[in-house]
């Protein structure tokens, strides 16, 4: 059977190759991509806007990089969390359109606490009677799960979309740690630990206090995942995951449905999975040279990435570089610092090799290849993992648990203002028999 399959596809990749000069003539935007390298316009947004660039007759031209959550800056979202924990503020920023005052907060805060819990059964019936080796997998099918314990699932009035967005944010704490712990339990065969969501907690404190066997955190630990939940709440209607979310909703499915769309697409490694590349990538340099090594060489070792003579021989430098950014990206700006911090705890000399090698990075590629770029999230967004002990199998459900708020405000939007199935066309270059 294998070597008849295996036949008729390379018949396919003969007789169906599309020779790329075909996109060109017929003026496909391959990617969405225009040509100047900026993204093709599918919609209007007030949600955020992410600006690394501008453009000049056509020409895509570099500057600083600026990331706003409804026309707010994303240092000043940082900062008004202050001492306290500002995930939540921020998912109501994005949802609601202003950032809320204390009262506001409160109940907010309030209201996301009381749907922490999972359904009655709905841990042992279906979450850790089906474990995963992809907890990504396991995630999105719990999630669509959330449909049958709901009295009106296929509601998309707008109003009852946020209560439902809401509740699904406000559980994933729980289904991310869940779903970790029954791999670890039943694929891993290692012991089982649940602890059960804490009311008095934030977010970020019930992501470390659920997936901790022993459920302690410090609060240094506890700010630094908050800050990072912040910087991937939304990055525009443009990414992937959002896009594909709003396409989806656009038919008028339901929220489950959407939701499970846009973390599929999450979970593919072009999208969110590029921060355990650079933790490789990294490691595997550290052990070849050492946390010690001298700036020549690092130098030296990146000149061999760029030439596609190590590491997986891409030529790519994982962590550095943006599809939008430039000259700096503010996500990557505030996780340095919170990076900073933590690493005085738990590994100094290993932050001081990272920002060395970011600064080498950048001078290499403007020096090599010509090209002003920066930094991005994924850089030190992968070490703050590590340094916090959060299991790799972790890495992109906390960025899906993030995003969820921006996905459901896009598709809020979309359904509110848009309102018409997304439906693009293509251009048939086959033969056809007469």
Request: glycine share 6%.
């Amino acid at each position: 059977m294998d070597g008849f399959l295996l036949e008729k596809f390379n018949d396919l990749l003969v007789d169906g190759n599309i020779p790329q000069e075909l996109y060109d003539k017929y003026k496909v935007k391959r990617g969405l991509r225009n040509d100047n390298g900026t993204g093709v316009l599918v919609g209007l947004t007030k949600v955020s806007e992410v600006s690394g660039y501008y453009v000049e007759n056509d020409v895509k031209l570099p500057k600083l990089g600026n990331l706003y959550f409804r026309g707010l800056d994303i240092s000043e979202v940082a900062k008004k969390s202050g001492d306290e924990f500002g995930y939540e503020n921020t998912c109501f920023l994005l949802l609601f359109g202003h950032y809320p005052n204390s009262v506001e907060s409160k109940i907010f805060k309030e209201i996301i606490s009381k749907e922490y819990d999972l359904p009655e059964g709905f841990l042992e019936n279906i979450i850790l009677k089906n474990p995963s080796k992809s907890l990504m997998n396991h995630i999105t099918r719990s999630i669509l799960s959330l449909y049958s314990f709901d009295d009106n699932p296929d509601s998309i009035e707008p109003f009852d979309m946020i209560k439902k967005g809401i509740s699904i944010i406000s559980k994933m704490p729980a289904i991310i740690s869940y779903s970790l712990q029954a791999k670890t339990h039943y694929l891993d065969r290692d012991s089982l630990h649940i602890h059960f969501p804490k009311k008095e907690y934030s977010f970020a404190e019930n992501i470390l206090y659920l997936s901790r066997n022993d459920g302690k955190f410090t609060e240094l630990e506890a700010k630094t995942l908050d800050m990072c939940l912040i910087v991937h709440a939304d990055h525009g209607g443009g990414n992937n995951s959002a896009f594909v979310g709003t396409v989806v909703s656009s038919t008028l499915t339901d929220i489950y449905s959407m939701v499970c769309a846009s973390m599929a697409s999450l979970k593919g490694p072009r999208h969110g999975g590029a921060n355990m590349a650079v933790l490789d990538m990294m490691q595997t340099i550290i052990d070849e040279i050492g946390l010690d090594a001298t700036d020549d060489e690092i130098y030296a070792i990146i000149k061999r990435i760029l030439n596609r003579d190590y590491f997986d021989n891409s030529g790519l430098i994982y962590g550095i570089g943006h599809a939008i950014y430039s000259l700096s990206d503010p996500r990557c700006e505030l996780l340095r610092e919170k990076a900073r911090k933590l690493s005085l705890e738990k590994n100094p000399k290993k932050f001081e090799f990272y920002y060395r090698f970011e600064k080498l990075a950048i001078k290499a590629l403007e020096e090599e290849k010509g090209k002003k770029v920066c930094a991005n999230v994924d850089f030190y967004s992968g070490l703050i993992y590590e340094m916090l002990n959060i299991p790799r199998d972790l890495f992109i459900p906390i960025f899906a648990a993030a995003r969820l708020v921006g996905w459901i405000s896009h598709d809020i939007e979309n359904l509110l203002y848009c309102n018409k199935i997304i439906r693009p066309a293509t251009k048939y270059v086959g033969l056809k028999e007469d």
